[in-house]
């Protein structure tokens, strides 16, 4: 390939991981929003789980948003997977060719940060999707059929909030760095201006979502959200 074809794709490939990743942040947004509703007590909960069932409704079919969600969902998700892996072998090749003689070690810190994270949250998915949606599986022994129920018991497990605490922590720095990453790619950093707002944002993001996905864990292990 030549190097401005490479450029390109590289370039593709980077508008890709952007636009899918936007699409992420606009679902855990909405996603972590929900799940404060388990501060309002089960009914209120388990009331807002069913009703994403009959969003639409009359004129989708029953689920029929929820099945939108999730085509786009798993769209985004192959979209940021691949173009990831490919960007990946890219720069692994990349460092075999001799001129490539100057190394960022800061940025090459957070590029691996975001590969692995990306792995973790990954693995954290295919937890939570067994543990929350495609399967029920209560930790604690319990009843797996009333949405709030099995929300608290399984927070009322230590382990359990151990791990999506720190998968919370991975889910922070990569929308820490991958908004700053996304901009770049958007051409949002080239004045001091758009590069201090872009830092901003991207603090601003990793705070409240990873933050206010937390707060449901913690609550329900500190004993405040209860059965
Ligand atoms: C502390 C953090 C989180 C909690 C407590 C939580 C809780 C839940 C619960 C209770 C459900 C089941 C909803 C229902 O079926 O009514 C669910 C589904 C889901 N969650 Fe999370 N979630 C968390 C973080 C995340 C994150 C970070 C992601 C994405 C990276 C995510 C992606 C999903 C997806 C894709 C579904 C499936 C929706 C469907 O059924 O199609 N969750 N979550």
């Keep these: 390939m030549t190097g401005a074809r490479a450029s390109r794709s590289t370039i593709t490939l980077k508008l890709l991981m952007a636009v899918s990743g936007i699409a992420f942040i606009l679902f855990v947004l909405a996603h972590m929003y929900g799940n404060l509703k388990a501060f309002s007590g089960h009914d209120a909960y388990n009331e807002y789980a069913a009703h994403l069932r009959t969003l639409g409704e009359p004129l989708l079919p029953a689920s029929g948003f929820l099945w939108i ?86 927070f009322d497990t230590w382990w359990m909030t151990i791990i999506y605490l720190l998968a919370m922590l991975a889910l922070g720095m990569h929308l820490h760095h991958g908004t700053w990453s996304a901009s770049q790619t958007l051409g949002l950093t080239n004045t001091v201006r758009a590069r201090r707002n872009a830092k901003a944002l991207g603090w601003i993001l990793a705070v409240v979502i990873a933050g206010g996905f937390s707060l449901v864990p913690i609550f329900v292990l500190a004993g405040v959200i209860t059965k």
């Design 69 to 154: 969600l999730r085509a786009g969902l798993i769209i985004a998700l192959v979209v940021h997977v691949y173009a990831a892996a490919a960007l990946w072998r890219r720069a692994k090749r990349a460092r075999t060719q001799r001129y490539v003689v100057k190394k960022n070690l800061a940025s090459s810190f957070s590029s691996r940060w975001m590969r692995w994270g990306g792995v973790a949250i990954l693995l954290f998915l295919v937890w939570h999707l067994l543990n929350f949606s495609i399967g029920k599986v209560n930790v604690s022994g319990g009843a797996t059929n009333d949405p709030y129920n099995l929300l608290v018991d399984t």
